[in-house]
């Protein structure tokens, strides 16, 4: 089933996994066996999560990805990579149990998995079986809350996303997005206007956990001495603030908010893979991955026949890549910052607006949790300046050590993620407008219902291809 956000969802999907792939040509896919397997492998279960239209497909979807993301996690060799690995496979097993489990309770709740037909029967749950129905949706939730990194579920994801390879960490940006997917669907589906009894549930527990999350990231990114680290805590920053939106949204209160906030999603998310690219290019100059890492010179192709020193291959010159470099590095910042002109600051400024003004300009007062929201938001874009200028200044200007080369095939993705966020920043009437009207779609539950439950049958259609009728048409002509 497509529609307007599995849509955008797919297209952010190859956007972040492409520079990872040219990235990760230049070295690391070199470093153990079957890594583009495993990568296209786990390219398969993401996209899978977000084009299925039944709860145990995504199940299985879940299933694969994450086994997927087990093996490229430990890709490379260093103890602190093995050690935050295991904590990251056992972590996801819990998560993956509580998924199963609830999405059996549902199954043996309402009959069925089906996305749509379950938006069409929870209306009619008996009032005996609404609470264990609520129940299955709180084990599935905290499921997905495992896997989007909120508070308190989330110590394991700053290491983990340090630990890994530095293209892997690109990938584990989208990962997250997964979680924030499952939840704002079936939020919106189960439990909007249209939920009946249920309509609403779950709503302030959402607002409450984003705000907790925000406040520990926010915490996390100023305390961070490495860049990696500040890395995964800004992707926590981007979790936080959308699980709030969302609960915001299915609340009543904040469906004005909800396409700025998949704007600023995307831009988010891009960012957040290029500074993942960043990190490992930026501390050769300061000397400290091998350290940090504790990673072998194996690790790091020292050993290889591919490695510049070895092979004599001429890489970039010093002063252009630094120069490159530091573009790209203040770019990032300035839109994990919400600072303007780029397009992180035109996204939380479309968010914003739209949960101070609900009832338009001028139109309405937005309520206390709405007020606290706001100033952390605001506070954490701070908090991330503060950080990255603190890291930029060490690595660029304080740091005498020379610069290793950098590969082509490493400063491309980089300069190329940056160019994406530019382009996002110009033409971001039509990416809002896209994101405005993918957000009026999810408040309207039938879009999707009618498309999935109209749609003919596979074995019923006649005629070639192109005389053939997709899922996606009923969506998009609704939207």
């Keep these: 089933m497509v529609d307007r956000l599995s849509a955008m969802m797919l297209v952010l999907t190859a956007l972040v996994s492409i520079p990872a792939l040219v990235y990760s040509a230049a070295g690391w896919g070199g470093k153990g066996q079957h890594f583009y397997s495993i990568f296209q492998f786990m390219l398969m279960g993401v996209n899978g999560a977000f084009l299925t239209g039944d709860l145990f497909n995504l199940f299985v979807f879940f299933e694969i990805l994450l086994a ?45 998995l089906n996305m749509a037909d379950l938006a069409t029967r929870i209306v009619n749950i008996s009032d005996a079986d609404r609470p264990l129905l609520h129940a299955a949706a709180g084990v599935l939730g905290i499921a997905f809350l495992i896997k989007a990194g ?13 630990a890994a390879p530095a293209p892997v960490g690109a990938m ?23 939920g009946g009894l249920s309509a609403g549930f779950g709503a302030e527990v ?9 406040i520990y990231a926010t915490a996390g990114v100023m305390t961070s001495q490495s860049l990696g680290r ?61 350290a940090i ?50 397009p992180g600051f035109i996204g939380k400024f479309a968010m914003l607006s739209g949960g101070l003004n609900p009832g338009g300009l001028g139109r309405g007062m937005p309520s206390e949790w709405m007020w606290l929201f706001t100033f952390l938001v605001i506070l954490s874009g701070f908090a991330t300046m503060i950080a990255l200028v603190r890291i930029g200044m060490q690595t660029f200007w ?11 095939q490493e400063l491309l993705p980089i300069v190329g993620l940056v160019v994406l966020l530019v382009i996002l920043a110009v033409r ?5 407008r896209y994101t405005e009207i993918t957000a009026r779609a999810l408040a309207r539950p039938t879009i999707y219902i009618d498309g999935v439950i109209t749609a003919p049958r596979v074995e019923d259609l006649q005629g070639p291809v192109a005389e053939q009728q997709p899922v996606a048409a009923a969506g998009g002509n609704g939207a």
Excluded: C
């Design 428 to 432: 971001a009437h039509p990416v809002m």
């Design 293 to 342: 890492l504790a990673l072998t010179a194996d690790a790091y192709g020292v050993d290889q026949p591919e490695d510049d020193s070895e092979s004599g291959e001429v890489g970039v010159a010093i002063p252009a890549v630094l120069t490159v470099l530091a573009v790209a590095f203040f770019a990032v910042a300035l839109v994990l910052s919400g600072m303007p002109p780029l």
């Design 230 to 290: 500040m890395a995964g805590y800004s992707v926590q920053v981007t979790s936080a603030t959308l699980i709030a939106v969302i609960g915001f949204a299915i609340g009543g209160g904040g469906m004005s908010m909800l396409g700025g906030a998949m704007y600023y999603m995307i831009a988010s998310t891009l960012a957040t893979a290029a500074l993942f690219l960043l990190d490992e290019v930026l501390q050769r100059r300061q000397g400290g991955i091998a």
């Design 398 to 408: 304080g740091d005498d050590e020379p610069m290793s080369k950098v590969r082509l």
């Design 150 to 162: 909120a508070w308190p579920l989330s110590f394991w994801l700053p290491p983990t996303y340090q």
């Design 68 to 112: 997927a993301s087990y093996g490229l996690m430990l890709h490379g060799s260093g103890q602190l990579r093995v050690r935050a690995g295991l904590h990251y496979i056992a972590v996801n097993l819990v998560g993956a149990l509580l998924f199963l489990i609830g999405v059996s309770l549902i199954y043996g709740v309402t009959g069925t």
């Design 206 to 214: 959402l607002i409450a956990i984003g705000i907790l999350s925000l």
């Design 172 to 194: 584990f940006a989208i990962l997250t997005k997964v979680g924030i997917y499952v939840i704002l669907r079936m939020s919106m589906l189960l439990f909007g206007e249209s």
